[in-house]
């Protein structure tokens, strides 16, 4: 049986920045033994480059139609054109200052959850210490009514 293997170049629209969307997009590639790249355009899409086994690739575009809490694609605009076999695997591509910036927020993020755990575990110390007391002072007063 002979397969045949195309090249799709598509765009996606949508929430598709911030999202994760390329890593679960690379994901699901490397699945599916499709290899290309996805890359953030300024716009706010993605851009995909994907080559593989043409049934494998209409199962890539299917799956990476993802609509959840974080990622919600509203539309993908695909051109197929011959097979090149210009990337040995799937990879994300990231832009200058991207891994930076984010690296950065998760940081910051990672700092704020910090106080809040400790804070949340002030409390609860607090509150067990408090209970603790009152049922010293119910135990007092129940042997002194013994």
């Known amino acids: 049986m002979v397969t045949e293997n195309i090249r799709a170049t598509m765009v996606v629209h949508g929430n598709v920045q911030r999202s994760d969307y390329r890593g679960r997009v690379m994901t699901i590639a490397k699945a599916l033994n499709i290899t290309g790249i996805a890359q953030n355009l300024s716009d706010g899409s993605v851009k995909i480059i994907a080559e593989g086994e043409k049934t494998n690739l209409s199962t890539f575009v299917e799956e990476i139609d993802i609509r ?11 051109n197929d054109s011959e097979y090149i076999g210009e990337y040995e695997s799937f990879y994300k591509l990231v832009g200058e200052g991207e891994t930076d910036e984010r690296l950065d927020t998760a940081a910051e993020l990672l700092k704020e959850l910090i106080v809040v755990t400790k804070i949340g575990f002030d409390k609860i110390e607090k509150t067990l210490e408090d209970l603790e007391m009152i049922t010293r002072d119910g135990f007092d007063r129940i042997d002194k009514k013994n």
Not at 68 to 78: G, S
């Open 68 to 78: 959840n809490f974080l990622i919600r694609v509203t539309d993908i605009e695909r």
